[in-house]
């Protein structure tokens, strides 16, 4: 059924009946073979519509590499045109988003690697709070609870690459450019090895080290490098 097109078409029938709010359109194609479908979702927290997906899947490569510790490329192609995606809270655009994931082997298992991840621009747009809305703020985000990070296998992220990223809040509207990431994570430490961004006036370029402990707490070493 996954390898046909007719099984396709019948997997996204059955997802639509079977889930509340979900519409797959696949017009022609599978879904793992790069084909574009489109896929739109709504509910009482979020409605969101992402337009021409397409997905390249390596099963049996990515299953192989994993169990035998080798390199392999599983998801060698990710892409969508455009998502929209209506929160509680604001709004998420995406724009041409690209993906390529792989597994490199590691000393006692697997490395899931990030290999690409690319993104033409991204804009949310809080919702306004109510009360007096304040002449000019600055770009504040609004605190994290604790989370708890937990992951079996290390992961690396060889390339993160995202143009444009849009903030808006209240009535001010901040803008970050040129946002490009190199980080790896292993034995719960995350290293930064490359973090540069422009805003404004500022150009960043910085390296740092985070050890996640136990019950959250976060240790930070930071290089700012420009």
Not at 58 to 81: P, R, S, T
Not at 88 to 104: A, M, Q, R, T, W
Not at 139 to 156: A, G, N, Q, R
């Amino acid at each position: 059924m996954l390898f046909t097109s007719p099984g396709n078409k019948l997997i996204a029938f059955t997802a639509n009946k079977l889930v509340a709010g979900l519409s797959i359109k696949l017009d022609d194609g599978r879904f793992l073979y790069q084909d574009p479908f489109s896929v739109t979702y709504e509910n009482i927290a979020l409605n969101a519509h992402i337009e021409n997906v397409t997905i390249g899947l390596n099963i049996w490569q990515c299953a192989y590499g994993y169990l035998k510790n080798e390199n392999a490329v599983c998801l060698d192609a990710l892409a969508l045109n455009s998502a929209d995606i209506t929160l509680s809270d604001g709004d998420l655009n995406i724009e041409k988003l690209s993906l390529i994931i792989g597994v490199d082997k590691g000393v006692n298992q697997p490395i899931l690697n990030v290999k690409k991840l690319q993104v033409e621009k991204v804009r949310f747009k809080q919702k306004p709070a109510g009360g007096i809305t304040k002449s000019k703020q600055p770009l504040i985000f609004e605190p994290i609870d604790d989370v708890l990070f937990k992951t079996s296998i290390d992961f690396i992220l060889t390339e993160l690459k995202l143009n444009h990223l849009e903030v808006h809040q209240e009535k001010q509207v901040h803008v970050i450019n040129n946002i490009n990431l190199a980080a790896d994570f292993f034995d719960s430490q995350l290293n930064l090895n490359n973090l540069a961004l422009s805003y404004q006036d500022i150009q960043l370029s910085s390296q740092g080290i985070i050890n996640l402990i136990t019950n959250n707490p976060l240790a930070v070493s930071y290089t700012h490098l420009r």
